[in-house]
């Protein structure tokens, strides 16, 4: 058995720096008991630290939307499915063609990177260089981040996707924002190469989610838990509903899970 989890709106409530003290605890019954819990987050490196400490002795974690496979205990990045400045240049024109007004960031392994109307979320890190992007992607990138302040959400992601087409894959897990991986890369394709090296079949997977960017996941895991108060399109992919992400539902499905384990009689 494998436990495989989405962190905002998941694991842990969206904005939060940390998991509860419950999850927490439940997370080492998992680890001392040999299941793996691999997080598996559309958050970049620069967001990890303080989460670090509960994955365990497996120590791997999926970050980027897959784009980035992570050796926790070596601080070390085991496989990068980029977007390479050339490509991620194009795909910049093509949206701006069809929706002007866009502002756009990178995230790379060392960091963001901006171009000078770029709005972070979350502050980004004193130095972080801003510019235009065809001066500072300088580096592979995990993710090409997408804003526009003056399209709706669903024109925003419309538009996006359908500027990026094949070449891409678009998605979304927050209001006002769109987020590139590489062509063909979803956390569902980080999560089975991770799987085939640890000799793991996708039978043995448990999925957790809540959004649309964790479909393909819960798609190829062999049991898939949707959070309750999950978007529909998860609800509808999901063989199961786990308790709120307030009630720690991830926390009290593997807690079930570890004791039916235990005592598969009880």
Known sequence: MLIATDLDGTLLPSGASTVS???AQVLRQADAAGVPV?????????????????VGEHGRAIVSNGAITYDVRARAVLSLDAIVPNVGLDLVAAITAALPGTTFAIECVDGIRMDPDYVDAVPAPPGSPR???????????AKLL?????ADNATLREVVASAVGERAVASWSVPGLVEISA????KA?????????????ASDVIAFGDMPNDIAMLQWAGTAYAMDGAHDSVLA????IAPTVDEDGVAQVLASLLNRRH???G
């Open 21 to 23: 003290d419950y999850t």
């Open 38 to 54: 691999v997080f598996v987050t559309a958050r970049p490196l620069r967001w990890m630290d303080a989460l670090w400490a509960h």
């Open 131 to 141: 510019g235009p992007l065809a001066e500072v992607w300088d580096a592979p990138a």
């Open 146 to 150: 997408v804003q526009n302040a003056r």
């Open 183 to 186: 062509r063909g890369v979803t």
């Open 189 to 201: 394709s980080a999560l089975a190469r991770l799987c085939a090296s640890l000799g793991v079949a």
């Open 237 to 240: 992919v999901a063989h199961h």
């Open 263 to 265: 005592d598969p009689d």
